[in-house]
């Protein structure tokens, strides 16, 4: 399978413990994102990197969470002293971009599911 | 500021039924692109279509078309002879860099 994968696909947690997750984007992709989803709603960026630097970060992305992405290659996105708040699916998407604004596609991965209690 | 509306939260149609999900952009900027995605129960999204803004024609495939039209910011999506293996979520998305997505239309399509 040469998708997007994401571990552990599912996680639960007790409030105020930190979890992290990882994302396997496809090989060749250059960049990932990092989005939250909701019951009901359309996914929410949180950010973005292109190899191995970030470059866009959403105001949802407090300062409890963190991602990194320090060979170009997977990322993790921790979530420090979690919430209840923090119960979502994360969702990772990798693309193949070349410049800034191209609108390339995204390809997502399955996500992870955090239930906090 | 980006913005994508989908009115419609939930469609319920039967099977052969044909059904249009309605998508309602907001955008400042000149060149954009726009997606639908699918969510079936598993939640995976799942690719459809993308189209840059100086793409207007409307596109088929299969039993989905897709009609794009700039003077209404409006790109809808429509299933003909609908089947229950369509049943899912769908998602309208707008993007530069990163992408916006609408909230969703869930459709149930009933045998």
């Known amino acids: 399978d040469t998708g997007v994968s994401q571990n552990p696909r599912h996680k639960i947690t007790k409030r105020g413990q930190n979890v992290t997750f990882r994302c396997d984007p496809i090989?060749?992709?250059?960049?990932l994102y990092w989005y939250r989803q909701t019951l009901g709603q359309g996914p929410e960026f949180l950010t973005y990197?292109?190899?191995?630097?970030?470059?866009?970060k959403s105001r949802l992305l407090s300062d409890r969470f963190s991602a990194e992405r320090p060979k170009g290659s997977f990322s993790t996105l921790e979530i420090q002293r979690t919430e209840q708040g923090d119960s979502a699916m994360y969702l990772c998407?990798?693309?193949?971009?070349?410049?800034?604004?191209?609108?390339?596609?995204?390809?997502f991965g399955p996500g992870t599911r955090l239930l906090v209690l | 500021a980006q913005k994508v509306t989908q009115a419609q939260t939930e469609i319920s149609v039967v099977e052969k039924e044909d059904v249009t999900l309605d998508c309602v952009y907001e955008?400042?900027?000149?060149?954009?692109?726009l997606f639908w995605y699918k969510q079936p129960p598993s939640g995976e999204l799942v690719f459809l279509i993308r189209?840059?803004?100086?793409?207007?024609q409307n596109e088929i495939s299969g039993r989905y078309s897709w009609n794009f039209q700039k003077s209404t910011s409006s790109f809808n999506f429509t299933i003909t002879a609908s089947q229950v293996v369509d049943s899912a979520v769908y998602f309208c998305?707008?993007?530069?860099?990163?992408?916006?997505f609408g909230a969703g239309t869930r459709l149930t399509v009933k045998p």
């Open positions: 998407a990798s693309s193949l971009g070349m410049r800034q604004g191209a609108g390339e596609t995204q390809y």
């Open positions: 998305a707008l993007s530069f860099n990163d992408m916006r």
């Open positions: 990197f292109q190899n191995e630097a970030q470059l866009e």
């Open positions: 955008t400042r900027d000149t060149t954009y692109y």
């Open positions: 189209r840059n803004s100086f793409d207007e």
């Open positions: 090989s060749e992709h250059n960049r």
